[in-house]
């Protein structure tokens, strides 16, 4: 499984920001998608899952309202919206894959290398 992020950048606070993630290697069904971020000098913690099969999504609750999650079955694509952005949202934003549709701290098996995203105030 390869799991190929895209779409990080610095940007201002307030504005908005879509990560992709390319999955590729086999299908995904039955799988859970998603993202986790660390912050320099933090452990990573997960940031939104989206079950392969149904697209249920699941945000860190800090984060409900803000941060919208989706995927796209027919081109293997992960996509994670970021709006009104915050300087504490600053951090390396990890794609992720677990099978078993539900992605989490204790699931996650596949990862990305990361995308960069940087907010300055």
């Known amino acids: 499984i390869q799991l190929v992020e895209s779409g990080g950048s610095s940007v201002q606070a307030g504005d908005s920001l879509r990560l992709s993630c390319a999955a590729s290697?086999?299908?995904?069904?039955?799988?859970?998608l998603g993202w986790f971020r660390q912050a320099p000098g933090k452990e990573r913690e997960f940031v939104a899952a989206?079950?392969?099969?149904?697209?249920?999504?699941t945000y860190r609750d800090s984060l409900k309202g803000r941060f919208a999650i989706s995927r796209d079955k027919a081109n293997n694509m992960v996509y994670l919206q970021m709006n009104n952005l915050k300087p504490e949202d600053t951090a390396v934003y990890y794609c992720?894959?677990?099978?078993?549709?539900?992605?989490?701290?204790?699931?996650?098996?596949?990862w990305g290398q990361g995308t960069q995203v940087t907010v300055s105030s």
């Open positions: 989206i079950t392969w099969n149904l697209g249920t999504p």
């Open positions: 992720a894959a677990a099978r078993g549709g539900s992605l989490n701290d204790r699931t996650a098996r596949f």
């Open positions: 290697g086999r299908t995904f069904t039955n799988f859970g």
